[in-house]
């Protein structure tokens, strides 16, 4: 029987903090492939806890494909490689005197207008300021903060790059990797990835879906060396990966000198549910690069989104892209650390995802 003491899980509430406990103990094999979980019932009189924190805590284990529920049987451990996740100590944050951060003030729950109002007056220059080459400190320092909070991910802010949208990050992606490389999409896909791969002089190659994602075999007769994925509600065709084919995504990447690129656009809204492990958080191999955008979240009208560069390739950027400037007003990078900052961006994703229920 599954034993894990309740009163160890401090603010957490019992259905994650059950979910990471059996987690933790299938990625280290103290629970082995196959092996069969005690029923919802059992479980919860043994922990003494009800039934639905154990109902709702293998729902979010089979949604990740750790688990898997077989018809008058029960749940099984499924075939999942061993994770190891990214080193917990946190990264220091950037020095915010290079971009003279405005303070942030006791504003409670403010709106976008009156967060635009509050950073103009306090700092008026701030349009005519050039941004950074990566963008501003105190946005990259926010969104770290936020990722760290709401996607239990450990970031360094000095490796998010700002940029206006997606479109723009994925001409960077191009300008990182250079046009001799094969780049990989999946077959179907979000049909700009295609068209701006093409546009910057970009081989592109479709790798069809099945409904777990890219098949082993397809994966291993590519010839590409980057791959872009959409592991959480690919669009158009809605396929989440499980944990064990996004597993074999890194694996890939390691065996063939690749990087893997992770378009996670939609991973917010997951509803009710604690938002899904990102491929950047599993990957150890330091070959995942992390793309979102806040268009989905907050609205089409801002054109902001940023990717996570790995060590190496923050290196390579530094040097091969240096004369760049951020394609984001300063303006606008401000007024977005100052609304994350706030508590207004979670709220607004609360709000969003329950009126989508």
């Not at 999942?80 to 990214?86: D, E, L, P, Y």
């Not at 206006?164 to 490389?181: C, D, H, P, Q, W």
């Not at 793309?291 to 902001?304: E, G, M, V, Y």
Request: glycine share 4%; hydrophobic share 35%; net charge positive.
């Amino acid at each position: 029987m599954l034993t894990y003491s309740m009163d160890n899980r401090k603010n957490v509430s019992k259905t994650i903090y059950l979910y990471r406990c059996i987690k933790d103990d299938i990625e280290s094999g103290a629970i082995k492939k196959g092996e069969k979980l005690p029923s919802k019932r059992a479980l919860s009189d043994h922990l003494s806890i009800s039934v639905i924190t154990v109902e709702n805590a293998y729902s979010l284990l089979q949604d990740e494909g750790y688990i898997e529920s077989r018809p008058k049987s029960g749940f099984y451990v499924s075939n999942v490689v061993k994770v190891n996740t990214n080193p917990s100590n946190p990264y220091e944050l950037l020095d915010e005197d290079e971009d003279k951060e405005v303070a942030t003030g006791d504003a409670i729950q403010p709106s976008m207008a009156k967060i635009m109002r509050k950073v103009i007056s306090e700092m008026p220059e701030i349009t005519s300021i050039k941004p950074p080459t990566m963008g501003c400190a105190c946005l990259r320092n926010e969104i770290a903060t936020f990722l760290k909070r709401y996607r239990n991910m450990n970031v360094n802010p000095k490796n998010i790059v700002i940029g206006s949208g997606a479109e723009y990050l994925y001409s960077l992606i191009v300008y990182l990797f250079g046009t001799k490389k094969t780049y990989a999409i999946e077959n179907p896909s979000y049909e700009k990835i295609s068209s701006v791969y093409k546009l910057n002089g970009a081989h592109v190659e479709q790798l069809k879906l099945e409904k777990d994602g890219i098949p082993t075999e397809t994966l291993k007769k590519t010839k590409a060396s980057v791959l872009h994925v959409s592991p959480f509600h690919s669009y158009p065709s809605g396929i989440t990966a499980s944990a064990g084919k996004r597993r074999e995504y890194i694996d890939w990447a390691v065996d063939n000198n690749g990087y893997i690129i992770e378009d996670d656009f939609d991973s917010e809204f997951v509803y009710s549910k604690k938002p899904l492990e990102t491929m950047f958080s599993m990957d150890s191999s330091q070959r995942v690069i992390y793309l979102n955008t806040f268009s989905k979240s907050i609205s089409p009208s801002i054109r902001i989104g940023y990717m996570i560069l790995p060590d190496e390739l923050k290196k390579v950027y530094e040097k091969k892209l240096f004369f760049l400037s951020c394609t984001v007003p300063v303006f606008d990078q401000y007024v977005l650390a100052e609304y994350i900052q706030s508590g207004s961006f979670e709220r607004l994703l609360n709000i969003r995802r329950k009126s989508s229920q």
